[in-house]
């Protein structure tokens, strides 16, 4: 998919390669035309303030310093995922779940997705 020139704009942001992410922004392209979060499937829009919360940025799935495997998420969701490898995310991720049914605050087997305009209340 060609990106758009919204996308484009954003690839040639901040230091990393811009063919890279392109690249990354490419692999997060879904068939709808709309760019989605690796990790979350939530839209991501680079007209947002920098400060949102879902502001779209550059995940690296290998370490910081390879560029080659990059995604695009959420700058919430890359947060969380900083310091971790993709299977201890999504280990947290099933740990949180289960202690979010354990304290009641999710019913057991109740996964289901966000609303598409979700947001969190607070920003950077």
Not at 34 to 42: E, F, K, N, P, Q
Not at 68 to 79: A, I, K
Not at 109 to 124: C, E, F, I, K
Request: charged share 25%; aromatic share 8%.
């Amino acid at each position: 998919m060609p990106l758009t020139q919204v996308w484009d704009e954003f690839c040639h942001r901040g230091r990393l390669p811009v063919n890279r992410q392109r690249e990354s922004v490419n692999l997060s392209a879904a068939p709808d035309g709309t760019v989605r979060g690796y990790y979350s499937d939530l839209v991501l829009d680079p007209t947002r303030d920098p400060t949102h919360s879902l502001y779209p940025s550059h995940d690296h799935t290998r370490s910081a310093d390879d560029h080659r495997q990059m995604v695009v998420e959420t700058r919430l969701v890359n947060d969380m995922k900083t310091h971790l490898s993709d299977t201890e995310f999504w280990r947290l991720i099933e740990h949180l779940y289960g202690v979010g049914v354990d304290k009641g605050r999710i019913e057991l087997g109740s996964a289901r997705r966000l609303p598409p305009d979700w947001s969190p209340t607070r920003h950077y």
